[in-house]
T-cell receptor, first 113, second 114 residues
Framework: GDSVTQMEGPVTLSEEAFLTINCTYT??????LFWYVQYPGEGLQLLLK?????DKGSNKGFEATYRKETTSFHLEKGSVQVSDSAVYFC????????????FGQGTRLTINP | GAVVSQHPSWVICKSGTSVKIECRSL??????MFWYRQFPKQSLMLMAT?????????EQGVEKDKFLINHASLTLSTLTVTSAHPEDSSFYIC??????????FGEGSRLTVL
């Protein structure tokens, strides 16, 4: 079946450090890929998405590129801030049929000042 | 963006009792809502897909008589955990879908069964 694998956390960085959170997926066909973020006490929010190979999603300084050859969608940010501390979820959704999302296990990120 | 609210945000109950969790779309009508369950340090697992006015579609391995889902209106879906036991303790999250397919998530409800 379809699955998403994220790097295990927690991840702790200093402010202004470079961030990479790895995400790889297994799926038939051509799914859409997403990164969601969950800030403390809040619901999941869509951070960015990409719907086809080589697309780059970006938002709030975060970027991720849909790499079909490596089945990856790694999340990156050049300079993290304390306010980026949250749990990040990688997810996929088939483009046909149900709107079901398949999530990775989440990666907790803590940024220290 | 659209707002989805869950209530209660946390609940503690005794084993054998039933607990109802509400999921509301506050500023839009959601024809489809999804219920997820999240175990500590694990992924969100889809439990069921709920369509307004019809029976929910449960994922394999999810007991429909244990987790009753009702989607009586375009803005409200409820999840009732019947005869709860400690192993039902978890974080339950709902999401609601716009017609465009965009999804919005509630803040989650933490259930602890003693």
């Amino acid at each position: 079946g379809d699955s998403v694998t994220q790097m295990e956390g927690p991840v702790t960085l200093s402010e202004e450090a470079f961030l990479t959170i790895n995400c790889t997926y297994t799926a038939t066909g051509y799914p859409s890929l997403f990164w969601y973020v969950q800030y403390p006490g809040e619901g999941l929010q869509l951070l960015l998405k990409a719907t086809k190979a080589d697309d780059k999603g970006s938002n709030k300084g975060f970027e991720a590129t849909y790499r079909k050859e490596t089945t990856s969608f790694h999340l990156e940010k050049g300079s993290v801030q304390v306010s980026d501390s949250a749990v990040y979820f990688c997810a996929l959704r088939k483009n046909q049929g149900a709107q079901k999302l398949v999530f990775g296990q989440g990666t907790r990120l803590t940024i220290n000042p | 963006g659209a707002v989805v609210s869950q209530h209660p945000s946390w609940v503690i109950c005794k084993s054998g009792t039933s607990v109802k969790i509400e999921c509301r779309s506050l500023d839009f009508q959601a024809t489809t809502m999804f219920w997820y369950r999240q175990f500590p340090k694990q992924s969100l697992m889809l439990m069921a897909t709920s369509n307004e006015g019809s029976k929910a579609t449960y994922e394999q391995g999810v007991e429909k008589d244990k987790f009753l889902i009702n989607h009586a209106s375009l803005t409200l879906s409820t999840l009732t955990v019947t005869s709860a036991h400690p192993e039902d303790s978890s974080f339950y999250i709902c999401s609601a879908s716009l017609l465009t397919g965009e999804l919005f998530f509630g803040e989650g409800s933490r259930l602890t069964v003693l």
